[in-house]
């Protein structure tokens, strides 16, 4: 595929095709959860939530999700990315970069001058991504306890 890549704004007719990218990486039904992300960031029109679509010729390949959070751990207002996917076939092609560039300007509009996101620990990948962007490790240590 040789067509152009636009980043856009989710609008509610893409919830299927997020659920369909999102389902290239997971095992268990997300249906429920997405359906709740579409109301809260799409459907709510607020500037400090952020969910933008890569469409190639109209079709969705890929999607970013972030927000502003304000005095979470004492934190004066920042910015977090908490999805991000493109469709492996279109990989490595610039679209992963081109819908952070474009949510960090959103960001930046909306009022923050940094942004955060978490990796998990195992994937290297996505580690290579956000350290590609730029991004280095931050003030706050993340802390868990099995309570089961
Ligand atoms: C991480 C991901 C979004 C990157 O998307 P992408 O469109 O392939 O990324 P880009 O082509 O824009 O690459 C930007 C930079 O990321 C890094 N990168 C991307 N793919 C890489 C790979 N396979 N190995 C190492 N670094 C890589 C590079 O630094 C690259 O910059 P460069 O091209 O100048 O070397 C994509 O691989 C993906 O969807 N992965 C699975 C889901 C995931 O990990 N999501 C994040 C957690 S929610």
Redesign the pocket.
Known sequence: MNQQITIEDAVQGDLEAVIA?DR??LKEDKIGYWRGVFQRYVESGRTDRVFLV?KQGGTPV?F?IGEVRAWEFGSPPCGW????????S???????????DEICQRLKQAGVSTVR?M??ID????L??????GMRTGRYIELEKQID
């Open positions: 990218l290239a990486g890569a890929g970013i990315v908490f999805a991000l996917t493109v469709s492996p279109v990989r490595e092609g610039g679209i992963g970069k081109k819908m952070f996101t990796v998990d994937s290297k990948l996505t290579s991504f956000f350290r590609g962007m």
